[in-house]
């Protein structure tokens, strides 16, 4: 299959490949940088992203809005000409914040869910930032769209459509997650695409729609090209890369896991999660965990009746202190079987032909 560029308005990534965002720390500079430098679109998460920063204890939000700029500056060095973008979650405390920093630091694209980022336009105006929106349903898609039209007589610049089978928090039930065959996702991708291109011909306007959960191999991303979609979104994939700004042994996890430890967690945030079975999953499925100060992570967490501090355990899992921390992964987690580099990946993803003439 020829593999085309993904072009999100006057973007051009030569290779249809988003890395997906994954915090606490997992996805920095140096693993978003990798990846737009090889013509993909490197993508940094913002969650908790100023936790190794001086000052992160005592004024996480301040520390973190210092971290955004940093962070895209040192990827803009590795990228040269490469997209750089952010994942910023709608319900990350003073979101606006977080976005207007983003836009000041000169980022490519927004891309934002867990939530419905209603007043994202808002917070871009005047700028070249493009947005993307996380959706999972032809409704949570619809509802933007139509929003941003009335509101801000604009649509997004591409919409990332998140499947069950992706990693971190989910948009779908707890139910769906274990009994992914009650419902068909891939009708559902369809009709996204559908509605998607719908309201870009009503705008004159290209819309490109990128497939993400369970995109591990170039067979996925074929499969997801074939069903409609402009690009993938690929997350699991990069954390067993040596460009991934995790530790060692947070690589190492995935490449251990086997699928039955790929499990459905609540997480304090409200919502369900996809993450890999340790000693601290199953220490917090048998009552709280005590936390120290609240980092200020969401805004749906109450840390009074929290049954652990998410920032802790996900700090403690990407520092490398594995058994006590929580290590969000894709389904396809337990695939993983070695350490990889980001410019192999791409290759992969990409029409590059071996040196014996057959494509990647």
Known sequence: MEIKPLKIGNLTAKIPVIQGGMGVGVSLSGLAGAVALEGGVGVISTAQIGYRYEGFNENPIETNLRAIKEEIRKARNIAKEGIIGVNIMV???KYEEYVKAAVAAGVDLIISGAGLPMTLP??????????????????????????WLKKFDRLPDAVVIEGPKAGGHLGFTREQLENPKSFDFEAEIKKIIAHVKEFAAGKKAEIPVVVAGGIYDRQDMEHALELGADGVQVATRFVTTHECDASRAYKQTYIDAKKEDIVIVKSPVGMPGRAILNDFIRRAGQGPIPHGKCRLCVSTCNPAETPYCITEALVNAVEGNVEKGLLFCGENAYRATKIEHVADIMQEFSNITDKNGEQS
């Open 91 to 93: 319900a990350t405390r």
């Open 122 to 147: 808002a917070l871009v105006k005047g700028s070249r930032t493009k947005l993307a929106p996380i959706v999972s349903s032809v409704k949570s898609v619809d509802v933007i769209c139509k929003y």
